[in-house]
């Protein structure tokens, strides 16, 4: 993960358009029958793909795959350029979302606690404790919500610690992003409910969202459908398909899949408070960002941080909750306005994919501070 912000949110949906648009080079006859949405939302899909199009050949990124919610539904869906050299790619290519997995984990933990499972202000050690911290008595003092707001103390990953887990800061002290805090919490989660994680993530989150097309672990149905890396160094290469999952890191998805999960997320709200207070972070980090040479102070937010696992960015004209990832090789971000009920899924494969996402967010939500901000996250 690059940046812990951006590589830091009903029923089944209906379609009104899932067309593919490839680059000229990798055209093909079926390609070439779209039908474009009508009215407003079939001439923003225009402009976003003609802008991709000019991006991925100015940024060196291989595809990108767009689903764009409007009014609480999928829109439109956009796939542009290759998803492995000679293979277009489609609105149904699967991306290796990075960090975008700890959003899926964060609704399944969130969900489960809504339902009397356990308490988010419980020790985890009634069911969990790492064998690293069994002897650092401060691991009684870890619960779902420091894990989920990144609050637990402790390293992004063990290896950053020597391999073995320590704590960097005292639980609930400070906020320090950490892909073992969700490790962390999906282990207890395991453990409290006597059931494997993907079985719990299934039954809680994938079925009622009508998500069909995401996998923490390797599936035969993945093959033919993944899209290949293109690395720093230039290489084309598929990422590990794990036979173990991971918390934080590594699951394959679809952007209408995606898509479904987040439209799900603002039908189905685990709080009776209205969205505009249920997301406002308790840390606000914005401080980390305005700055004159990140978010300039006068477009800064109005607040922003970690509440349930997404990141918040509170502007005067919209509520952003996102959650982005980034892996060598592929850039990807999901992010949606629970009071408008809009949003977008944006997947690239490329390492300067960050670049096109910052292109496509102009177009989809020209909001001045968070345009910012994704310029920000574009350049580091």
Known sequence: MTNKFLAGAVCFLSLSSSAVLAQPAAASRDQAQIVSPAGSAGQLRLAVAEKVRWSLAQNDVPSASIAYIENGKIAWTLAVGESEPGKP??????????????????????????????????????????????????????????????????????????????????????????????????????????????????????????????????????????????????????????????????????????????IWVMANPVSSERAATYWIPRDNLKYQVCQEDRVPPPLCPRSLGFTAGWTVYDTPDNLIVMHGGGDDGEHTLGYFNPVARSGAVIFTNGDNGQKVIRDIVQILLPDPSFNAFINMQSRG
């Open 89 to 262: 790619a489609t609105p149904e290519t699967l991306y290796n979302i990075a960090s975008m997995t700890k959003s899926i984990v964060a609704e399944t933990v969130v969900r489960l606690a809504k339902s009397g499972a356990f308490s988010m202000d419980v020790s985890m050690a009634e069911a969990w404790v790492d064998p690293d911290l069994k002897d650092d008595p401060r691991h009684k003092l870890l619960t779902p919500r420091l894990a989920l707001t990144h609050r637990t103390g402790l390293p992004n990953w063990r290896y950053l610690t020597g391999d073995v887990l320590k704590f960097q800061n005292d639980p609930d002290t400070q906020f320090g992003y950490s892909g073992e805090g969700l490790q962390y919490v999906a282990h207890y989660i395991e453990n409290k409910m006597a059931r494997p994680l993907e079985q719990l993530v299934a039954e809680t989150v994938f079925a009622p969202a009508g998500m069909t097309d995401t996998t923490f672990t390797d599936k035969p149905w993945l093959d033919g459908r993944i899209a290949m890396s293109q690395t720093k160094a230039g290489k084309h290469e598929f990422a590990p398909r794990r036979t173990q999952w991971n918390a934080a890191d590594d699951v394959w998805s679809s952007t209408s899949d995606y898509a479904r999960f987040m």
